[in-house]
């Protein structure tokens, strides 16, 4: 069936190195992939998505780099800081529209001073 | 800009009781999304509206809940009756249509004992 999941439940990552969070998915229609970060007692929050028809995607210290063969998406995070700590959801869409999106179960990402 | 309000922020009922959350998307939105989080199922979408119209409420657990959108600024999740094991956080998103970014509320913690 479609689901995304996640290879990880827990990360810890020292203060100033890179971080990459993966995720698999099961759905090979998705268009869009999505990553985002919630807080502790907040809403997730929308950090980056990317669409099937590309490998690679950049903003401001992330990068999502997206595996259509082995289905496996990465968002990698340069130079980790403490503000980085959350919990990290891959998500695709599900049909024709970019709307509905379901999300994985979470990576959670510690920072060590 | 006051992003995606939701309330209450906390509500505590007992079973059996009718529940009420309430959401005002970000304006100029027009598509709604209401969610449930837990920590056994993650983060699960009940229903969507475009344009004021259910789309899609396939992740609707039960016929204890429903969802309305009278206008383009206000929509409900009603439970009722309410039992403990609807006790989560329910969250509110927005977004243009068929776009992938979607702006979450803070939440609304529920807890029915």
């Known amino acids: 069936g479609e689901s995304v999941g996640l290879h990880l439940p827990t990360l810890s990552v020292q203060e100033g190195d890179n971080s990459i969070i993966n995720c698999a998915y099961s759905n090979s229609a998705s268009d869009y992939f999505i990553w985002y970060k919630q807080e502790s007692g907040k809403g997730p929050q929308f950090i980056i998505d990317i669409r099937s028809n590309m490998d690679k995607r950049q903003g401001q210290r992330v990068t999502v780099l997206l595996n259509k063969t082995v289905k496996h998406l990465s968002l990698q995070i340069a130079a980790t800081q403490p503000g980085d700590s959350a919990v990290y959801f891959c998500?695709?869409?599900?049909?024709?529209?970019?709307?509905?999106?379901?999300f994985g179960s979470g990576t959670r990402l510690s920072i060590r001073p | 800009d006051a992003g995606v309000i939701q309330s209450p922020r906390h509500e505590v009922t007992e079973m059996g009781q009718e529940v009420t959350l309430r959401c005002k998307p970000i304006s100029g939105h027009n598509s709604l999304f209401w969610y449930r989080q837990t920590m056994m199922r993650g983060l699960e979408l009940l229903i969507y509206f475009n344009n004021n119209v259910p789309i899609d409420d396939s992740g609707m657990p039960e016929d204890r809940f429903s969802a309305k959108m009278p206008n383009a600024s206000f929509s409900t999740l009603k439970i009722q009756p309410s039992e403990p094991r609807d006790s989560a956080v329910y969250f509110c998103?927005?977004?243009?249509?068929?776009?992938?970014?979607?702006?979450f509320g803070p939440g609304t913690r529920l807890t029915v004992t």
């Open positions: 998103a927005s977004s243009l249509a068929g776009e992938s970014q979607q702006y």
């Open positions: 998500a695709e869409n599900i049909g024709s529209s970019a709307s509905k999106i379901i």
